[in-house]
């Protein structure tokens, strides 16, 4: 797949272990496809969380985000994790490219999507994620070509 090699990508995901198949699953395709990946863990208690996650969007090429369900709401609704949407917006800020794959189920994100210009893909809670590697791909792609023109 390689269609990326040399790029780097900063992943935004939970390190929860509920998510621990989703995050495997993306970061895998990611790394198929040629990205270096980095991902903000914690550590480091010389430097804050809030700098290691500044820094890592600097340091990348492409800031990707994978939002999975953290908060049960009302009705079988559910909320990522704000520390992920703040990181979102930090990209943005960075004027990064972003690419954010959302799972179903999280609702009132309205403000987001506006921010993200309304790009990004669904996937469902299964096994494996349903959700073509082709289709990851592809989106990635468009993702660098927006960036570059």
Known sequence: MDDFAGMKA???????????????????????AGFEIEIVKPGDPEESASERVKNCIKNNDVFISILSAKHELKNGRYMPSSWLIDEIGRAVQAEKPIGVFIEEGITDIDHLVEVIKGDYLQFKRTENPIIMPDKIINYLKKLI?????
């Open 10 to 32: 900063m992943i935004s995901l939970s390190l929860g272990e509920r998510d621990q198949p989703i995050s495997d699953y993306f970061c895998t395709l990611i790394k198929l």
């Open 145 to 149: 070509d927006m960036s570059i023109n």
